[in-house]
């Protein structure tokens, strides 16, 4: 009986993920995507299986909090006013905290929270810097920036990977960092890794 339960919580929590992407994305296949790139580097940098697994199911429910967050603003074609801010910044809280309630997966839910963290300090919803952000959400963040930048989304249409890695560069100790790059951008560029095709 409890199993059943707890495979219906995941279940109801996969599907809000998916309802979430279809409504930014062409594709909704961003988080599925995003979490087989972050469990690929995270294997690479030898982080331990556990590990490995929370950032996994992190990052298949990374944007779940934005179930809190108006269509119209996930939706917007041109960019947020300082108001939708505020209400887009809380979704990482939103999602962390649903996560934090069920035991299977709980793991999951600090590497949500920081997730949109940055290198330099500059990112929400804390301000953390550098090492202080879990290495989990680091490896979480390129990922989910790499997948968001070659993902054609609602209001914008899909970088070239290529080009996506050189924004990932070149953001590198500001955003991101520095060494998850690397290793990331490596993974890619030796064939270790193999993109599932988009469907348009």
């Not at 087989?36 to 779940?64: C, F, G, K, N, P």
């Not at 993902?151 to 249409?157: A, G, K």
């Not at 490596?186 to 469907?199: D, N, S, T, V, W």
Request: contains cysteine.
């Amino acid at each position: 009986m409890k199993e059943r339960i707890i495979l219906s919580w995941l279940s109801l929590f996969l599907s809000l993920s998916k309802q979430v992407d279809s409504q930014v994305t062409y594709s909704g296949s961003h988080s599925i995507q995003v979490a087989r790139l972050a469990r690929a580097t995270a294997r690479q940098m030898s982080l331990d299986e556990a590990e490995v697994s929370s950032i996994y199911w992190a990052s298949l429910l990374h944007d779940i909090g934005k179930v809190g967050v108006p269509v119209e603003i996930l939706s917007k074609k041109g960019p947020l006013d300082e108001m939708e801010w505020q209400i887009m910044r809380l979704h990482p809280i939103i999602g962390a905290n649903i996560i934090r309630s069920c035991k299977p997966i709980a793991t999951a839910s600090p590497i949500i929270l920081y997730h949109q963290e940055k290198y330099d300090g500059s990112g929400y919803p804390y301000g953390l810097r550098g090492e202080s952000i879990p290495i989990s959400s680091r490896i979480l963040a390129v990922a989910d920036a790499y997948d968001a930048m070659t993902n054609r989304r609602v209001y914008r249409e899909a970088l070239p990977p290529k080009q996506a890695l050189v924004e990932l560069w070149k953001h590198r100790y500001t955003q991101f960092d520095p060494f998850v790059v690397e290793t990331f951008t490596a993974i890619l560029q030796e064939g270790r890794f193999h993109l599932k095709p988009r469907r348009s």
